[in-house]
Every structure is written in C-alpha cells, then in structure tokens.
C-alpha cells in the first residue's frame, strides 16, 4: 500500500475531531442562544410580577389608579404610582418569582443573580429598546446575561438578572450529542485503522505472490537454458540431421524454447518496472541499421518459402525513416519495445502479415509509427489494452496473457515518452511511441 493511504487516513481521523468540536460548539451556541431567549422572558415577567404585587398592596378598594405593560417595563402608570409612594423593587420577591418562572420552564438548576443598572437615556428612548440592548453583555459558558429590564418611569433606572452556571441547563440536553459524537469518532477511527491494517495485509500479501511467481519464473530459466543448450547439440548431430521428422520436431523445440524464454523474461522485466529498478544505457542509435537486424530476424523466423505451409504465417516488413535517422534511447529495451509489438502484430493479423515502420518528427519529440494489416479493435477496447492482463474482444484462440503492451506502456513511461494507439476494426493498426528530444539525455 503506498504511503499516501496511510496519511490520507490519518489526516481523516485527525480532522474528524476538530470536525466533532466545531458541530457541538455549533449546538451549544444554538442551545445558548434559546435559553438566554427563555431566562429573558422568565426574567421580565418576574420584574412585571413583582411591580404588581407592590401596587396591589399599596392601592385600595376605592382606587381609581390605572396602568399598562408592555415590553418587559413598568410604564408611566404603574411607574408613577410605585415612585410617589416610595415604593422600591423587592429583590427577594424578585428572586422567589423569577426561581418559580423558570422552575416553570424546568430550568431550576440555574444560579443567578441581579444587579441594578443605571441607564444612559441618549440610547434607550423607549422601553423597547432595551430589547435590543447594544450594550448587553454577550452570553459566554460561565456567565449569561438578561436584557435590562427598567424599573423607572423615566426609563433611567432597570435591574438584570446575571446566570452564572448556563452550562448546567445546556450540557444535560447535550450529553446525548456528545456521548454520540464520541462513539462517531471511535468507530470511523476504527474503521480507518481496520481499512489501514487490511490494505497493508493485502499489500503484504500480493508482494509475496510476486515475489513467489518471478523467482519462480526465474528458476525456471536455468533448466530452460539447459534444454536449449542440449537442443543446440542435438542440431548438430548428424545422425538427427539424417531424419528429416526429427529434425522438424527438433526446430519446433526450440522455437517454443525460445518463445518460453522470452514469455520468461518478459514477467522478470515487468517485475523490474513495477519495482522501479530498471537502469536505461541511453546511447545513440542508428535506426536504419535497428530496423535491418530487424528485418532479418523476421525473415529468419519466417521465410518466404513458408506460405506453402498453411500453418505458417509470412511477414513482410518494411521501414521509412527519412525524417529521422537516429533516436537516443536504451538499445535494450528498445528492442524489446518494438519486439513486443511486432509479436502482437503477427498474432493477431491473418496469414499475410504487413508492418510498416515510419520515425516522424513533432517539435521536441520523435515517433516511431508500427501499422499493420491486422484485425484491429474498437475505440471502447483501446481505452483499457494498457491496463494489465487486458486484451481485446478478438483475441479468442490466441495464445497471450495481456502484459505486453502494458509492459510497452511501462517502459514508454520511464522513457520519458508515450504510446498511443490508433486502429479499426478489420482494418489495421498503428502504435505511435512518442520518444523525447535527444538534448533531455547526457549521452
């Protein structure tokens, strides 16, 4: 598993918390923000109250006094009627109605206290301004603050009441969240460090099957060697020579030989790509005398004289490089580059194979273009034939396991470089490889 899982979980796990705090400071506020709303309606109708039971004591049967409310603060009515009479707010009377109102509410469990305000009439001109306090004290967790409330007719005196234990009426209402909260940021912390621990099992366990497959793979080119070195003596025996049956066999044991051979390299070098342990010998090459070893090879494996034997496939290959003669790269895997492809040419083309190699010339690049006369495959399948152990809709009945050209993409990427791919259906196909500028390598 690469290192980025592990840190994209950590940092998930990691800002789950801050995540978790933001959302309960976020309710709190809210929760806060409602009960500072109830503290101040219990706390005005606590103030209404107890200015009443004072006027109802101070007047009598034959009274004609008459008085209005509204907003929270004793008015011109009630307020001249308690002044004249040297009447003063009962602050245990307050205490007992304002404890009642929010027992009411179910909020006995708050502390408070009161203090009297002298008030500034250049900002309160009407007792519905002190509903809108700009002065008011904002609410914090330890203290919380009611409106003022005046208690004089002319607006220059009022009293607050002062919670000092909010948190006792919040918290239990959030125990809830919180306890949920918590269980939230343990379980998506589990399943992180499950999800981290499988992935790493996983990724343990599939480097030891790669692991396993490539030296298994790699022994076996030592019997491999040895079966090929004892196929070459047997060439070489005369009496074998004489037996033109056995002597077929004998060729077609070291043509499979050596097809073995190359299947065998080619997963150690896939091998060496994933791990990134392949060394590129870049040198300049001669294209023109690239694509002639090549021609000869192919004319090797398959001579002219073969089309007279249905199971044999012809090859004719020709090349065109006049806009570019030379390419710096890795001599090497160059060949097993262009070998790879050829290969996939052949097998899926019919019994007259055609390639023709062209270098083309864009800017800074420099491609080499491989087309054949080959079945061909649709748009669909060309988006996935990079991919390992994919391979295309026609490829029943021949032989392949789809690491080629994933191994030709591989390499095109440490190159520098690029491949594409461009074809039709019944038609042909053509691999463009596109190799950087030379002045990219120090050769």
């Avoid at 103030?47 to 929270?72: P, W």
């Avoid at 790669?210 to 196929?231: E, F, G, Q, V, W």
């Avoid at 030379?438 to 050769?443: A, V």
Wanted: aromatic share 10%; charged share 25%.
């Amino acid at each position: 598993m690469k290192n980025y899982l592990k840190i994209l979980a950590v940092i998930a796990a990691v800002a789950l918390l801050p995540l978790q705090y933001v959302l309960l400071v976020r309710v709190y506020n809210s929760m806060e923000k409602n009960l500072h709303a109830t503290v101040d309606e219990c706390f005005r109708d606590a103030v209404e109250q107890e200015a009443m039971m004072r006027f109802h004591a101070l007047m009598d049967t034959s009274s004609t006094y008459s008085f209005t409310y509204s907003g929270g603060s004793v008015l011109l009515g009630i307020g001249d009627i308690l002044e004249r009479e040297g009447s003063h707010t009962d602050f245990d009377t307050l205490r007992n109605l304002f404890a009642l109102n929010l027992a009411e509410k179910e909020l006995q469990g708050l502390s408070f206290s009161f203090r009297q305000t002298q008030n500034d009439t250049s900002v309160f001109h009407t007792a519905d301004d002190f509903l809108n306090d700009p002065l008011a004290e904002k609410a914090s967790f330890s203290r919380l603050s009611t409106h003022i409330v005046p208690t004089s007719s002319d607006l220059t005196e009022g009293v607050v009441a002062i919670i000092t234990n909010p948190y006792s009426a919040i918290l239990p209402n959030l125990k809830m969240l919180i306890i949920f909260s918590f269980l939230i940021a343990l379980f998506v912390i589990f399943c992180l460090w499950m999800m981290i621990r499988t992935l790493s099992k996983v990724n343990f366990i599939n480097n030891l099957r790669k692991d396993h497959t490539y030296a298994m793979i790699h022994d076996m080119k030592t019997p491999l060697s040895s079966i090929m070195i004892i196929a070459e003596d047997f060439k070489d025996n005369p009496k074998i020579n004489s037996d033109e049956e056995l002597a077929v066999q004998l060729k077609i044991l070291d043509e499979e030989c050596s097809h073995l051979n190359r299947i065998c390299d080619k997963v150690i070098n896939v091998a060496k790509v994933e791990n990134k342990k392949l060394r590129f010998v870049y040198e300049k090459i001669d294209l023109e005398k690239f694509f002639s070893d090549v021609k000869v090879r192919l004319q090797a494996l398959y001579p002219d004289e073969a089309q007279d034997v249905p199971s044999k496939k012809t090859v004719a290959f020709s090349y065109d490089l006049s806009q570019e003669k030379t390419l710096i790269a890795d001599r090497l895997y160059l060949t097993e580059i262009i070998d790879n492809l050829i290969d996939n040419s052949i097998k899926y083309s019919g019994p007259a194979v055609q390639i023709d190699v062209r270098s083309v010339q864009k800017g800074k690049i420099t491609e080499l273009r491989l087309k054949d006369n080959g079945s061909g495959f649709s748009k669909e399948a060309s988006k996935r034939l990079f991919k390992k152990f994919e391979r295309g809709e026609n490829t029943v009945g021949i032989s392949g396991h789809g690491i080629g050209l994933n191994y030709v993409y591989r390499l095109m990427k440490f190159f520098g470089g690029y491949v594409r791919i461009e074809s039709r259906e019944g038609l042909f196909t053509e691999v463009i490889l596109g190799f950087p500028s030379k002045r990219q390598y120090d050769i």
